[in-house]
């Protein structure tokens, strides 16, 4: 069916991680419990981003986003400054269909550059809104697309050259839901804000004054300690429905989650980052690493009380569990969001379809294979430079990208602009993996390597790049990234790329 349109909380650390402090930031050790600053007191009823459905003229359909700054409530004693879309805390969810010319608006009403990257989306690099499409202060950058993508949950958030991370943790991030006539047909909780509910999980830290702190902390950037959903801490949502869909995001910039119910009751997980699976498949637990979407229906009976949480990796992701590695955080527990199941006369809830969609996989027999390695700040020893070319694709075919984690004891993960993948395969790590689907962003625990099988949009540009880096945005900013051209056989990359912006400066 299609989108209908309306408008007690305890963190700690699991067992075995030791207690530091790094950049005056206390860790909190096993043998203790805390509750983060903005939980623990009477929980705030989830916010619900306004859905934005543009305004549309047949199959053609425009947005307007500015860019914004404010104070918000993002704890409940407080205000804190932020950033925003529409707002001056995240952004609308914006609504589009398969097939419909896109047009956006976007205006800079911040004091500083940036940018914003429709992630997920295959549409030209001019309009991917990357590191060489920046918007300064008090102008406007107005791309346009067809959405090729088939049905999935996608998002937008900044891709400012070195400064992603803290643009997205101030707040400038926003979900993105395409629909076609596939999805529509499904019998799939699709009331937005009723049993279609998006959950945009981020992390932060803040001062004494309620203030966001911004100190990067020494490998693990801005990463945070008190967990929010919809922008907000100690969230509850009072269904009204048996079942609903969870749209999830992971928005942070550092952190990896590991989802799982309070009680471990069972889920269904219906899409990944790329769209829709072939069937539902029952799971317990979710990991979710950061710029990774998964959707899942849950039942609830009348008025039970459930949470949705992170639990900690039971093989901590891969990573050491020592005084040498820096604190990841994969061993950490926390609530998420609360939940209260509907009244009693709720309506039962109908069985979700056997059949999703038609499973359909790439030949890959004869395709290209490129090798990526990546290791602390770099991807093949190289940090990202904005006048040159990694890897020239000129063709319209499939390729085989096979990337490795090339660290002992730092997780990574990978994403491709402009594309989907599905995982073939993954090695050199005893790490319980989930990645059904398609997808854009895989995670990789220490020592990993993936083979994906990769699908481009074919929009062959030799001036406009497209981007490959590590969803960790500290690892990003700090150079972990490359860039990719795709042109028309026989060509070569334009001299001067997009916007003529110089290499990167550490």
Known sequence: MGMTSINRRTFFKGAGVVAATVAGVSLVSACSTNTPRGYGGEPRALPIPPLDQGTRTGSS????????????????????????????????????????????????SLDELTT?????????????????????????????????????????????????GLHAYRGLAGMIIVEDDASDALDLPSSYGVDDIPLVLMDHRFLDDG????????????????????GITNAHFNATTRQVRFRI????????YNLAFSDERPFYVVASDSGLLPEPIER???????????????????????????????????????????NFGMSDTFDLL?????????????????TLIKA??????????????????????????????????????PEVWIVTNDNSDWPHNFHIHDARFKVLSVDGTDVELFNEGWKDTVGLPPGATARLAVQFGYYPDPTWPYMFHCHMLYHEDQGMMGQFVIVEPGHRAAEVLGSGAGEHQH
């Open 338 to 354: 609360t939940i209260t199941g509907p009244a009693d006369d709720a309506p039962t809830a109908p069985a979700l379809p056997g």
């Open 116 to 164: 914003v990257h429709w992630h997920g989306m295959k549409l030209p690099a001019v309009a991917d809104g990357g590191p060489h499409s920046p918007i300064e202060p008090g102008s406007t950058w107005s791309p346009t697309w067809t959405v090729a993508n088939d049905a999935a949950t996608l998002w937008y958030h900044p891709h400012t050259h070195g400064l992603t």
């Open 211 to 230: 203030s966001l702190d911004e100190e990067d902390l020494p490998d693990l950037g801005l990463m945070g300690d008190t967990p929010t959903v919809n």
């Open 61 to 108: 359909v425009s947005f307007s986003l500015e860019a914004q700054s404010g104070d918000s409530q993002i704890l409940p004693d407080t205000t804190t400054h932020t950033w925003g879309f529409n707002g001056v805390h995240l952004g609308p969810t914006l609504l589009m269909r398969t097939g419909d010319t896109v047009h956006v608006d976007i205006t800079n």
């Open 284 to 326: 317990t637990t979710l990991a979710i690493g950061p710029g990774e979407r998964w959707e899942i229906v849950v039942d609830l009976e009348p008025e039970e009380d459930v949470t949705l949480r992170s639990v900690g990796f039971s093989d901590n992701y891969g990573v050491p569990d020592d005084e040498y590695t820096p």
């Open 360 to 397: 359909v996989d790439l030949d890959v027999i004869d395709a290209q294979e490129r090798t990526f390695v990546l290791n602390t700040f770099s991807i093949n020893d190289k940090e990202m430079d904005m006048q040159r070319v990694d890897v020239l694709i000129d063709h319209d075919q």
């Open 249 to 256: 995001l992971d928005g942070s910039t550092m952190r990896f």
